[in-house]
């Protein structure tokens, strides 16, 4: 997220970066920090690994609609195929897997642009 923020010169949205934007709110910017906020929501501030199924389908229509309007059409078959799959125990396993690599990847690039940031000065990054 900072990355993108900063490199690609993102437009803050109205919410900020870190409130879930309102439906109406379909810019770039929003979509991202959609997929941001589900993300802390389902996986990373997660009390519970469950959700009723009302839930389930309300976040997977607002996770699938900014995935398509970020990734083109062409990525409504993959959501759709996704929800189809099957969550055996090993499966899940790997997906929890696959997930907490990706949460040490992101604290890793977080403590890298920390560590330029004091080295260059913020400065750099804009």
């Not at 979509?31 to 589900?38: A, G, L, N, S």
Request: one cysteine or more.
């Amino acid at each position: 997220m900072v990355l993108l923020r900063n490199i690609c010169n993102l437009v803050r949205p109205a919410t900020g970066w870190d409130t879930l934007p309102p439906t109406a709110d379909t810019t770039l910017e929003a979509d991202i920090v959609r997929i941001k906020c589900y993300r802390n929501t389902v996986y990373g501030h997660a009390s519970e690994a469950s959700v009723d199924d009302p839930t389930f389908n309300q976040y997977w229509k607002d996770i699938q609609d900014a995935l398509v309007r970020l990734g083109g059409a062409d990525y409504q078959n993959a959501v759709d195929d996704l929800k189809k799959e099957c969550m055996d125990p090993y499966f899940e396993e790997h997906y929890k897997e696959l997930l907490k690599q990706w949460v040490v990847d992101e604290v890793s690039i977080k403590e890298r642009l920390e560590g330029m940031e004091e080295q260059f000065g913020k400065a750099w990054l804009k």
